[in-house]
T-cell receptor, first 116, second 113 residues
């Protein structure tokens, strides 16, 4: 079974600064997808970024980018120019490509605080 | 396009009762997954339905069940509620295959007294 670990329960960043959230995972599969989801106080889970394991290029979405290290099984999220609206819980998630389903395995989450 | 909707948003029940939660996926999405979120256990996968069939199932007791209708709307049912069932229940929808991104609804907050 796959496991996802987020070792930082809480992180803090100054507005306009850059912060990196860590995620490691354990799998014996070679094909899979990785995601970062954001959960603000409203509790609505919002997709931040997605990475296909077969792609060597790191995914980027505006101020959000990832550092995907497949051999190290590491998938960190970098948020540049942090904004107050970035304050939320961030979850790293894994999905296998080997079965037909959409089951996500989540990490424990990192609470990001943004200081004005 | 309207997002994933879940009803009700909040629910209070007592131990021993049963509850039914509903999820309407994004139009055109045929996969619906359910997750339980608690402070202690985090986010855990309950089950996934696709074309009215359960495609995946997490490690939950048989008190947790679900179904999907022909219009892709899904319901989950919890019978004989326990205090530990208090949680945020999230529903996510996706198109069909495992290359798709899932989109989450706002959740149903269930409190068991």
């Amino acid at each position: 079974a796959q496991t996802v670990t987020q070792s930082q329960p809480e992180m803090s960043v100054q507005e306009a600064e850059t912060v990196t959230l860590s995620c490691t995972y354990d799998t014996s599969e070679s094909d899979y997808y990785l995601f970062w989801y954001k959960q603000p106080p409203s509790r609505q889970m919002i997709l931040v970024i997605r990475q296909e394991a077969y792609k060597q290029q790191n995914a980027t979405e505006n101020r959000f980018s990832v550092n995907f290290q497949k051999a190290a099984k590491s998938f960190s999220l970098k948020i540049s120019d942090s904004q107050l609206g970035d304050a939320a819980m961030y979850f790293c998630a894994y999905r296998s490509q080997n079965n037909a389903g959409n089951m996500l395995t989540f990490g424990g989450g990192t609470r990001l605080m943004v200081k004005p | 396009k309207a997002g994933v909707t879940q009803t009700p948003r909040y629910l209070i029940k007592t131990r021993g009762q049963q509850v039914t939660l509903s999820c309407s996926p994004i139009s055109g999405h045929r996969s619906v997954s359910w997750y339980q979120q608690t402070p202690g256990q985090g986010l855990q996968f309950l089950f996934e339905y696709f074309s009215e069939t359960q495609r995946n199932k997490g490690n939950f007791p048989g008190r947790f069940s679900g179904r999907q209708f022909s219009n892709s709307r899904s319901e989950m049912n919890v019978s004989t509620l326990e205090l530990g069932d208090s949680a945020l229940y999230l529903c996510a929808s996706g198109l069909a295959g495992n290359t798709d991104t899932q989109y989450f609804g706002p959740g149903t907050r269930l409190t068991v007294l």
